[in-house]
């Protein structure tokens, strides 16, 4: 079966621009976590989606948003973009909601942001 | 917040050498997940320990949770350059957030 899908997976931007990533999850699955990796803070969690509501949040300003659709697929949002964006972020799908012994997650390719 | 903390940083070993990667927890571990990355690229899962003392093992590469459950190991054995990449532990923390560690970046020379 087709694997999780991250669009695009390269994106320029310019600070002060806003962004949209999007994941479409391995079919049936019904949770969505988002994660940005930097250099120098490594893989950060940034949110979950479950059954399109978010049911964790990670410790990121309000420009970070997120939301879930009724097919499960997730976009991540953030506005007021700055250089410190600049990072590859990461989605994973699972099937519960949350990352129990008993739950496995699969990743995307990551897309990656650039703030010029 | 959980912290997860993985030894060495870096590994340069010779294609054959066996290697150990550690991830050690500041709290209690109830579930450790290992996995790999290439490099700018998604991860991809290796394995996943539940219990003290447990001990998975896929091709080449084996996991262990220790009794204590606060720290896992991940050994190769015979490297290749194959396992080339950064391994990143995972484990669930407090306010149902997932934490990964500070991961190892491997490379195997040839």
């Known amino acids: 079966k087709a694997g999780v899908t991250q669009t695009p997976r390269y994106l320029i931007k310019t600070r002060g621009q806003q962004v949209t990533l999007s994941c479409s999850p391995i079919?049936?699955?019904?949770?969505v976590s988002w994660y940005q990796q930097t250099p120098g803070q490594g893989l950060q969690f940034l949110f979950e989606?479950?059954?399109?509501?978010?049911?964790n949040k990670g410790n990121f300003p309000g420009r970070f948003s997120g939301r879930q659709f009724s097919n499960s697929r997730s976009e991540m949002n953030v506005s007021t973009l700055e250089l410190g964006d600049s990072a590859l972020y990461l989605c994973?799908?699972?099937?519960?909601?949350?990352?129990?012994?008993?739950?496995?997650?699969?990743f995307g390719q990551g897309t990656r942001l650039t703030v010029v | 917040s959980q912290e997860l903390e993985q030894s060495p940083q870096s590994l340069i070993v010779q294609e054959g050498k066996n290697l150990t990667i550690n991830c050690t927890s500041s709290k209690t571990l109830y579930g450790l997940y290992w996995y790999k990355q290439k490099y700018g690229e998604g991860l991809i899962f290796l394995m996943m320990?539940?219990?003290?003392?447990e001990e998975k093992s896929h091709e080449k590469i084996t996991a262990k949770l220790d009794e204590k459950k606060q720290q896992s190991s991940l050994h190769i054995t015979a490297s290749q350059p194959s396992h080339a990449g950064i391994y990143l532990c995972?484990?669930?923390?407090?306010?149902?957030?997932?934490?990964f560690g500070t991961g190892t970046s491997l490379t195997v020379i040839p």
């Open positions: 079919s049936g699955h019904r949770s």
């Open positions: 320990l539940q219990k003290g003392g």
């Open positions: 995972g484990a669930d923390g407090t306010g149902n957030q997932f934490y």
């Open positions: 994973a799908s699972s099937m519960d909601y949350r990352w129990g012994v008993d739950t496995e997650a699969f």
């Open positions: 989606y479950f059954s399109e509501t978010q049911r």
